[in-house]
């Protein structure tokens, strides 16, 4: 298992999300001590636009055209270019310095689906060996967070953006290495219907589809808040250097995708959803309890939130890409993935995002956030969401419904944000 192509894929995607975690998780807390506090939302909403742009580049460009580590090679170079001149024009305006931020995100959101094409393609078991892939990304995620918070203690500088730009650099450069990937669908015909995942809205006569879309869609728009604003909030209620506190959540998430079979086979997929938003509920409601209480006591119930994350996105992102694969035949399987990806991180974080910067707008006065309202609002609103997914879905699909199996040939077009 261990020959130099199966290393080179796992060094490509410790880098691949070392780009993103380098300076996604800690821009808030720059943008507050820069005088953008109140553009914060925004600065949250760029990713959810290029999620929606992303799927007509994927379709039109790299699946017809280039060989896939070329473009993954390209996007990173220009990516890390936007990142380079990203702390000038902070110093010019929050609108230049967002459109620098969306330009990144442009190239950069287009290379998730682009890294799983590359490893999907070049492995000889995808069931046994992905994962043990896919786990170097969320451990680049983790290294990148420790980089810039705990080695160069850069929360709040400028330095955030030169480690995400180098490393696009080398991540761009060693794209060129990797193993040769044509254009898997070159010199075929394309609808708008396929590359805008239009053809799996048929799948939305079925009712537990509807239900299953409808809540993912809901739950996401909540879920904007601790994207945007929990790195602030650990910092803002006394953690010192709180980009090192935010990779716990990664670490859970190690675990509990190693768990998932486990639960998998025990819970299906309702009760894996729905245990995953309930996750989501009862995150908030500890974060929202810390800032009511206030000093050494609010710390362990913000750690605990943070472990959480495991569960929240490896139980409701995770099980909600497993369901589709097997809800969906298998032409329109990739459509339905990329379908979700548009509902849930396009327009659910897209919409959430700015409403949850409204929100965190509304509750600050003089520099003084309240915390404790930020927090209680997605809380009531997740839950509401999760009830109602509990009453109305009901579908019997498990890990032993489809022949094919899942995480095969029908990868996922992008990932969630972590």
């Given at each position: 298992?261990?020959?130099?192509?199966?290393?080179?894929?796992?060094?490509?995607m410790?880098?691949?999300?070392?780009?993103?975690?380098?300076?996604?998780?800690?821009?808030?807390?720059?943008?507050?001590?820069?005088g953008?506090?109140?553009?914060?939302?925004?600065?949250?909403?760029?990713?959810?636009?290029?999620?929606?742009?992303?799927?007509f580049?994927?379709?039109?460009?790299?699946?017809?055209?280039?060989?896939?580590?070329?473009?993954?090679?390209?996007?990173?170079?220009l990516?890390?270019?936007?990142?380079?001149?990203?702390?000038?024009?902070?110093?010019?305006?929050?609108?230049?310095?967002?459109?620098?931020?969306?330009?990144?995100?442009?190239?950069?959101?287009?290379?998730?689906?682009?890294?799983?094409?590359?490893?999907?393609?070049?492995?000889?078991?995808?069931?046994?060996?992905?994962?043990?892939i896919r786990?170097?990304?969320?451990?680049?995620?983790?290294?990148?967070?420790?980089?810039?918070?705990?080695?160069?203690?850069?929360?709040?500088?400028?330095?955030?953006?030169?480690?995400?730009?180098?490393?696009?650099?080398?991540?761009?450069?060693?794209?060129?290495?990797?193993?040769?990937?044509?254009?898997?669908?070159?010199?075929?015909?394309?609808?708008?219907?396929?590359?805008?995942?239009?053809?799996?809205?048929?799948?939305?006569?079925?009712?537990?589809?509807l239900?299953?879309?409808?809540?993912?869609?809901?739950?996401?728009?909540?879920?904007?808040?601790?994207?945007?604003?929990?790195?602030?909030?650990?910092?803002?209620?006394?953690?010192?250097?709180?980009?090192?506190?935010?990779?716990?959540?990664?670490?859970?998430?190690?675990?509990?995708?190693?768990?998932?079979?486990?639960?998998?086979?025990?819970?299906?997929?309702?009760w894996?959803?729905?245990?995953?938003?309930?996750?989501?509920?009862?995150?908030?409601?500890?974060?929202?309890?810390?800032?009511?209480?206030?000093?050494?006591?609010?710390?362990?119930?913000?750690?605990?939130?943070?472990?959480?994350?495991?569960?929240?996105?490896?139980?409701?992102?995770?099980?909600?890409?497993?369901?589709?694969?097997?809800?969906?035949?298998?032409?329109?399987?990739?459509?339905?993935?990329?379908?979700?990806?548009?509902?849930?991180?396009?327009?659910?974080?897209?919409?959430?995002?700015?409403?949850?910067?409204?929100?965190?707008?509304?509750?600050?006065?003089?520099?003084?956030?309240?915390?404790?309202?930020l927090?209680?609002?997605?809380?009531?609103?997740?839950?509401?969401?999760?009830?109602?997914?509990?009453?109305?879905?009901?579908d019997?699909?498990?890990?032993?419904?489809?022949?094919?199996?899942?995480?095969?040939?029908?990868?996922?077009?992008?990932?969630p944000?972590?």
């Open positions: 298992m261990l020959n130099s192509k199966f290393i080179g894929l796992s060094v490509m410790f880098l691949q999300f070392f780009v993103w975690g380098a300076w996604y998780v800690t821009v808030g807390n720059f943008m507050a001590a820069h953008m506090e109140d553009q914060i939302g925004w600065a949250y909403t760029v990713a959810p636009i290029a999620a929606i742009i992303s799927p580049f994927l379709g039109f460009i790299a699946d017809r055209y280039f060989a896939t580590e070329r473009v993954l090679g390209v996007l990173h170079l990516g890390a270019v936007a990142m380079f001149a990203a702390p000038t024009t902070a110093t010019i305006s929050s609108t230049a310095f967002l459109f620098t931020l969306l330009l990144h995100v442009l190239c950069y959101m287009p290379t998730l689906g682009l890294t799983n094409t590359l490893a999907f393609q070049n492995i000889d078991d995808q069931e046994k060996q992905f994962p043990i786990v170097f990304g969320t451990i680049g995620w983790i290294v990148a967070n420790l980089t810039v918070s705990y080695v160069l203690g850069a929360d709040t500088s400028a330095t955030m953006f030169y480690v995400t730009a180098t490393a696009g650099v080398v991540l761009g450069i060693f794209s060129f290495s990797l193993p040769h990937t044509p254009p898997p669908s070159a010199g075929k015909a394309v609808t708008f219907g396929e590359i805008a995942g239009l053809d799996a809205l048929s799948m939305m006569k079925e009712r537990s589809f239900v299953f879309i409808l809540g993912s869609f809901l739950i996401c728009i909540p879920l904007a808040a601790y994207y945007a604003f929990a790195p602030v909030f650990v910092g803002d209620i006394g953690f010192s250097k709180p980009g090192t506190w935010m990779p716990l959540g990664q670490g859970s998430e190690i675990l509990f995708m190693l768990l998932m079979p486990f639960f998998f086979s025990r819970l299906g997929v309702k894996m959803l729905f245990v995953g938003m309930a996750a989501w509920v009862i995150r908030y409601g500890l974060f929202a309890g810390g800032a009511a209480i206030g000093g050494d006591l609010a710390y362990p119930m913000v750690i605990l939130g943070i472990l959480l994350h495991g569960i929240c996105y490896d139980f409701f992102f995770v099980t909600g890409f497993i369901y589709t694969d097997k809800k969906c035949p298998k032409n329109i399987r990739a459509q339905a993935q990329g379908f979700l990806v548009l509902v849930t991180q396009g327009l659910g974080l897209g919409i959430g995002a700015p409403m949850m910067q409204t929100l965190k707008s509304s509750l600050t006065t003089d520099g003084v956030t309240n915390w404790q309202m927090w209680l609002v997605p809380c009531i609103a997740s839950g509401v969401v999760m009830i109602l997914f509990g009453i109305l879905f009901n019997k699909v498990d890990a032993s419904d489809d022949e094919t199996g899942y995480g095969t040939e029908d990868a996922p077009a992008t990932e944000t972590h």
